[in-house]
């Protein structure tokens, strides 16, 4: 073979509670990831030893958190060595990311990366690691990775790893609202833990239940799903980087039926009731002069995944 495409999705967190601190550094979390239609390419070819290229977003002249490296520190490094080592062959590609996931946005732009280029690099090697494989590989990625592959709608427990898909037949629209710059997933987590610690936002013994978002996924009508919207970070996003209330405010104005920040954020994730508003959304929001780029999407799309 000598090459082979992989793309996978942006995700959402439409509902995401967060529990206390583990010793192993990681946080207990229930969660609803949904799948998005912001797609990442990942190009595989033969080469001599790895080789990554990145381009579109984070490529070249991005600075800090939002900088995609392209070398061991990119995700899809890892992933490569990681499925070389486990499958017993040398790790030898020459791989493309085309991004149009923003890195350090709350929209698992990395893990999508990671995902795609599992995928990609099992087919370029025929280690025919098994989809069951795969996620296992990908869980020692990052707490992201395994649902970038899975896709659509699941309920993420663990740290974010442990998935069970979850049925939803309406496609929701949504408009994603960027910012200039991106927000560390580490330093969010860790906000949490000191606005819990001085006693400024609740102390998350008690995860918020997943079933009221779930069911309004099943079956709407956006409103039900606008109210059983909720994100744990969303405090701690706001507390780092105060600007993201005007953006959520911005969404709300626009005639969102609801705004919420994106996994760790800086992403603002507007709920449209259709297609239509989401256009429309977008529109305003383009005009509002609060993020750097404004992209409508939808969900549930599959995960990480071979074209052409
Ligand atoms: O798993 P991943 O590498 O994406 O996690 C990045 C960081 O986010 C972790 O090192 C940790 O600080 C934080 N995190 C967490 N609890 C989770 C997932 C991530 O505290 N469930």
Redesign the pocket.
Known sequence: MTVVVARAPAKVNVHLA?GP??PD?????RTVFLAVSLLDTVTARPGDGLALTVTGEGAGAARGADRVPTDRRN?VWRAAELLATSAGVSADATIEIAKSIPAAAGL?G??ADAAAALVALDALWGTRAGREDLVALAAR?????PFSLLGGVALGT????QLTPVLSRTRWHWVLGIAGEGLS??A???ELDRLRAAGRVPDGQELAAAEPVVAALRSGPPEALAAALGNDLQAPALALRPELARALRAADEAGAAAALVSG?GPTVAALAQDEQDAVRITAELAGAGVFRTVRAVYGPVPGARLVG
């Open positions: 967060v601190l583990r550094g990681f946080h207990e979390l995700l698992a990395g893990s990625l990052g707490s992201d990775v663990g740290r974010g790893e997933t580490p969010v987590y860790g760790s």
